[in-house]
């Protein structure tokens, strides 16, 4: 084990299992389930006080998620299918969190999670093949195998804006919503962000609140959602369909139900344009973003276009021209950036308790004990709700002080960017298996980590089958990958736009260059290139 006199401070308990979990979101619950199958001695370690992770973590007002409730769910169990009802189709974050509670009850998974129990560190002892895993509580556990399942945005990332701490009403961000619930009623609200996240608050409270101001840095583009609850009969049609809607995930290049259009929106007419955004301005779900022409989000005259059939739906919303010309984008075209989903948006802007601050124009100089200084006037609130994202994907891995052999800092290795293999194995790092790592394909999140949990799982088998203690990628594995990353991303229109998906995030020092942090190639070519790897025996790595 290797020591660490400061890190041992406190419990000095050391206990071994065969493998450690970070986190009981979708991914630990899953791997939880696939490893304890083949006999294993686990234990799962989360930092909130019960599982869900995303759904746990986030539970501001009008939190739900964008893929379709039912191609959403595990897969994996046909009884699980059958017995739970979704319902609406696109599930609120209570229905969702009270879905992951009701797997966890019927696969008994709670008596291997340790809650409230933050990782700290996590070494690695290049003679013995172990990882050492050191709890915030000081406590220590040991195991062959660390299995990360952190989630891409579980890292919340708060304004660099003076004076943040000194608010004397209500602050929090929307990753840390309070437990308890809000009144908003007759309250003056502030929220900084127009992000995913902060479309659903906004949208949901400014029927309640006192007044609204709505802090605005970069505009987003977003489309309706259309969602609705699901019937008695399509409950019965959807149990009966499982089996086609998830091959329908297996083909489509992002895992969700919509596929690319094989057209051209330049090699159409106008007129079949517009009516073909039209039908999907008015369809339910993403389909707008990933099911529309081929060449919307590689060639800039073709997104160019969508984005002002965008833009014409949002000046048709919004009656104050001033305020709409403030929420169409100008530095990015449609489907650059992730796409949010809404219900009635737009037409908040039209309510008199609502006001939209541009923060480019009339800057935040600071945040006062009774609210917001910018450079044109001080604006008092009861609440201040910051909406400003997460350091995406590497950001919690950042957050654990991981170290390889010799010492190897995994955050300093990845600095200027990451080097994986597949995504399930960062270079340098022996036996750390990541689920949902950077250079994954990702899209509908569920059907990503199924995947790649059932690839990791094998992997293990495969180890355990043939005696092997250690496993790592070869330095050529990895350069290949990295190789293969960069040109699957190369013409996307995205990898020009600042994001926390291009490793962009102006409240985290550092994060000011942009990296891939995915792999763009699409689902259906990551697994192809993952199962060659399995049916080769995994040539691709070292063994001992």
Known sequence: MLENASIQKGKSVTTDVDAIIIGAGISGMYQLIRLRALGMKLCVFEAGSDLGGTWYWNRYPGARFDSESWSYGYSFSQELLQEWEWPEHFAAQPDTLRYLNFVAEKFDLRKHITFN?????????DEKNIWTVILESGETWRAPLLITGLGPLSAPTLPNIQGRESFAGQSFHTARWPHDPMDFNGKRVGIIGTGATAIQIIQTIAKDVGHLTVFQR?????????????????????????????????????????QTDPRRALEVSAEEREAFWAKLYAEPGVGIWVGNFADVLTTKEANALTSEFMARKIRQRVKDPAVTEKLIPKNHGFGTRRL???????????QPNVRLVDINETPIERITPEGIKTNAEELAFDILIFSTGFDGVTGPYDRIDIRGPGGRSLKQEWISTPRTFLG??????????????????????????????????????????HGLKRVEPKPEAVQGWAEKVEEAVAGLLFAEVNSWQTGVNRNVEGRDIRCTLGYYGGAVEYRRIADEVAAGCYREFDFA
């Open 117 to 125: 129990s933050r990782v700290k560190a996590a070494h690695f002892d």
């Open 218 to 258: 970069t505009p987003n583009w977003a489309a309706p959602l259309h969602n609705r609850k699901v019937t008695p009969e399509e409950q019965v049609k959807i149990k009966a369909s499982y089996p086609e809607i998830f091959a329908r995930c297996r083909e489509t290049a992002t895992c969700f139900i919509h």
């Open 424 to 465: 399930v194995m960062a270079e340098g790092f022996p036996n750390m298996l990541m689920v949902l790592g950077p250079h994954t394909a990702r899209g509908n999140i569920p059907r990503n980590i199924e995947e790649i949990v059932d690839w990791i799982t094998a992997l293990v088998i495969h180890m355990r089958d």
């Open 340 to 350: 949010p989903l809404e219900s009635g948006y737009y037409e908040i802007y039209n």
